[in-house]
């Protein structure tokens, strides 16, 4: 990373709320779940398949999550009845991990029971290391209750390659990321390329162990590596998926399906987009282009 680029990075939270958040459009559906149900439509017309967030993590009281809960039940409705993907992301500590761990499993519960009757899939995201082992636990209990629920493991922890391990027996559905909170160095590997290979190297576990995966990347090199894993070990085509977010490189969405693959969009939504959008902006390269022009107002 450049310094220049260090300095866009750590100056975004100096950045006006309103520029970020006109800069944030592209990776957020909107602020209401009528927004989000637009976007999924347009998707699944295109050809993708989704997965639907309800943006916000991180609460300390139980009326929040107990809300989130209630959003997610809400959103799961909807999806039933507009007759689209019935697949969500859930975030565990916006269901009230750091309240307490039995709080937040009868939150995801609550969310799992009601996904089961609809037939729908939930997957629990991953957040920072402090969370892994109970989301794990979360989806190990999930997984007793029904079975199309997935956890995501990411390319950056160390651990990973042995959790994949330990889950293999479950027939996991497991999204492979590179992993996106900054993350101390003795349980993340730091460098480029390592997380790279180590991204390749858990695809191939996966897969090779009877995992269903999804590959979920905006990376070239892994979306390359990741169609030729499936091709060389002879995967069908319903034992895997690519993964992109909203708003990231709509080109590479369509070169992954038009070559073949099923692919499906992250579509975050929701009244708590800035922490999720600060994330998004931090990462990307091109970032201080976009933030300049939304400063002029040329978008
Ligand atoms: P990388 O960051 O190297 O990006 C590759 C290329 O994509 C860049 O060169 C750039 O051109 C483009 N790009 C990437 N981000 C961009 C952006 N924001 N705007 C514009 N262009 C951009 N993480 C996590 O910790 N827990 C989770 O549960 C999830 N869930 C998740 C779901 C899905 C569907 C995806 C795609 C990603 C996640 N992530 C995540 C985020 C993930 O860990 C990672 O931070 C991002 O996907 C970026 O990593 P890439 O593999 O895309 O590579």
């Given amino acids: 990373m450049t310094v220049f680029d260090s300095l866009v990075r750590y100056g975004m939270p100096l950045v006006p709320k309103f520029i970020v958040g006109r800069v944030a459009r592209r990776y957020v559906a909107g602020t209401s ?9 347009s998707l699944n017309q295109q050809g993708a398949m989704t997965t639907v967030d309800v943006l916000g993590e991180e609460v300390s009281k139980t009326e929040l999550a107990e809300d989130a809960t209630r959003q997610y039940l809400e959103l799961l409705e909807a999806l039933d009845r507009e007759g689209l993907d019935r697949n969500i992301s859930v975030k565990p500590t916006m269901l009230g991990l750091k309240i307490g761990q039995d709080f937040c499993a009868e939150q995801v519960m609550t969310i799992v029971r009601r996904a089961k009757e609809l037939g729908a899939f939930v997957r629990i995201d991953m957040e920072d290391h402090t969370c892994t ?64 290979a180590n991204f390749v190297y858990a695809v191939e576990k996966l897969l090779e162990g009877g995992a269903y995966c999804a590959i979920a990347t905006h990376d070239t090199y892994l979306v390359w590596a990741g169609m030729q894993l499936v091709d060389r070990l002879g995967i069908e085509p319903e034992r895997y998926e690519f993964q992109m977010l909203l708003g990231v490189d709509p080109q590479l969405r369509r070169i992954i399906m038009d070559s073949g693959h099923r692919l499906r969009v992250y579509v975050p939504f929701g009244r708590d987009w800035y922490p999720y959008s600060m994330r998004r902006l931090r990462e990307n390269p091109t970032v201080a282009r976009h933030v300049m022009r939304a400063m002029l107002g040329l978008r």
């Fill in 133 to 196: 082992d109970a989301t794990l636990d979360l989806y190990r209990l999930a997984r007793q209750e029904w079975e199309q629920v997935g956890v995501v493991l990411q390319a950056y922890m160390r651990r990973t390659v042995a959790d994949i391990g330990g889950l293999l027996e479950l027939e996991p559905n497991i999204r492979i990321c590179k992993g996106i909170y900054r993350e101390p160095r003795d349980v993340a590997w730091p460098d480029f390329d390592v997380i790279r």
């Fill in 33 to 41: 779940r009528d927004d989000a149900i637009r976007m999924l439509r």
